[in-house]
């Protein structure tokens, strides 16, 4: 297989902090989108990343408008439920995306969130088997190769993709739970881990990849970059409400501060509530908050676990304008 991965960080000293990027709002305003992916480029952060969340944008369509609007900026999607396409129209479409844009694409994977999945008829009765067979056939397909296989779930019978990228983008898992990270540390070049990453989830879900050296590795992380710090902490608090339903846990076990947090959680009448009592310090842990010094400590905590990329989620009421306050991390 032939990709150039993300690679030394640039956008700080070498070896100092992840390469920095941000994440398209998935509930952006349309007039927004475009601009919004020009000023990520023009700002000189390293990559955009955006979202295919159910009822939302498709991750497939703001991938290509991102990269077509855009002049060097690296663009990630993440995740593509890998139930949702069949595997050799899923090559048609990134293969695609990796000629025309050679060496600007990452591409996530996964077996997405059970509910939405299971809205829309989708949820396979062996997700993992699932995301192995298509991540296998997907990288095969997009190498050139003429792929045969008849599996659970991925049937091929000589297919190939007629104009193969020159460049083959790295292939993310965007998993949660231990059996997946394991899967991703075997089958993927790298993992996308959500939010919010603090050192103990980080730490847990490296381990359970299976600690490679070469894994790519791209974190996302609720994020306010403001000279007041009790300001950026007030801002990120809505981002952090849905933390500590279900499909968080693993996020949540563990921290040291499980017990307590889940006892908020549970004496909390909504989530309105919940984000209110939230102590400080914990909001510290769960997003990146606070003067461009802070924030730095933080990244550069996460680049020394392993993380190549740090995707920031813009909180607070303007996107764009949060986008001004995420350069001011960026050193050339």
Known sequence: ???????????SAPGTLPQIAVMLPRDLPRADVLPFARRADELGFDALWVVEDLGFRGGI?????????T??????????????RNVGFAAMDVGSLAELFPGRLDVGLGHGLPGWMRQVGAWPASPLTLLREHTTALRALLAGETVTVAGRYVNLDGVRLESPPPVVPPLYAGVRGPKSLALAGEVAD????????TPEYLEASLRLA?????????????????????????????????????????????LPFAAEFRELRATSADR???????????????AIAGPPDVARAHLAAQRAAGVTTAVLMPAGP???????????????
């Open 1 to 11: 297989m032939s990709h150039q991965p993300a690679g030394a960080p640039s956008s």
């Open 61 to 69: 369509a703001q991938a290509a408008a991102a990269l077509a609007v």
């Open 71 to 84: 002049e060097r900026l690296r663009v990630g999607i993440g995740i593509l439920p890998v139930a949702a």
């Open 190 to 197: 790298g993992v996308v881990l959500a939010e919010p990453i």
């Open 210 to 254: 299976g600690a490679r050296r070469d894994l790519l590795v791209t974190t996302y992380n609720v994020a306010c970059v403001d000279d007041d710090l009790d300001a950026a902490r007030e801002t990120v608090r809505p981002g952090l409400e849905w933390i500590g339903e279900p499909d968080w846990s693993v996020h949540i076990d563990p």
């Open 272 to 286: 309105a509530e919940f984000t209110r009592r939230l102590p400080a310090e914990w909001i510290d842990q769960l």
């Open 318 to 332: 303007d996107p764009l304008a949060a986008l001004e306050g995420f350069a001011r991390l960026i050193t050339r």
